[in-house]
């Protein structure tokens, strides 16, 4: 059963900083490249935010986030990680990990239906 749980989130002002950490479970976290996702409002659906490949660890950034974030994995622990600097009131959204299929090309799509509950961050003064 697939589990992926996040955290890390919190209130911090506009220009701060903040490390995201999702812990993945129930699939053979080294062969999946893995991503993280942000939803602003549930409504809304979620965007694709930054990717790593499995074995070179080449990242992908979404445009909005590019120069600002940096995701990085540690297959021995199964985690991927997001480090955002200079945050933005634009970027309060609930972050969510997930396993992705896909390359730089073409995209990067879920792997996996299930979500875990996500962690709240909130930028704002």
């Known amino acids: 059963q697939v589990q992926l749980v996040e955290s890390g989130g919190g209130l911090v002002q506009p220009g701060g900083s903040l490390r995201l950490s999702c812990v993945a479970s129930?699939?053979?976290?080294?062969?999946?490249?893995m991503a993280w996702y942000r939803q602003a409002d549930p409504g809304k659906e979620r965007e694709w935010v930054a990717a790593i490949t499995t074995l070179s660890g080449t990242t992908d950034y979404a445009v909005s986030v590019k120069g600002r974030f940096t995701i990085s994995r540690d297959n021995s622990e199964n985690t991927v990680d997001l480090q955002m600097t200079n945050l933005k009131p634009e970027d309060t959204a609930v972050y969510y990990c997930?396993?992705?299929?896909?390359?730089?090309?073409?995209?990067?799509?879920?792997?996996?239906?299930?979500w875990g509950q996500g962690t709240q961050v909130t930028i704002s003064s």
């Open positions: 129930g699939f053979t976290f080294g062969d999946y490249a």
């Open positions: 997930n396993a992705v299929r896909g390359n730089i090309i073409r995209g990067w799509s879920p792997q996996f239906g299930s």
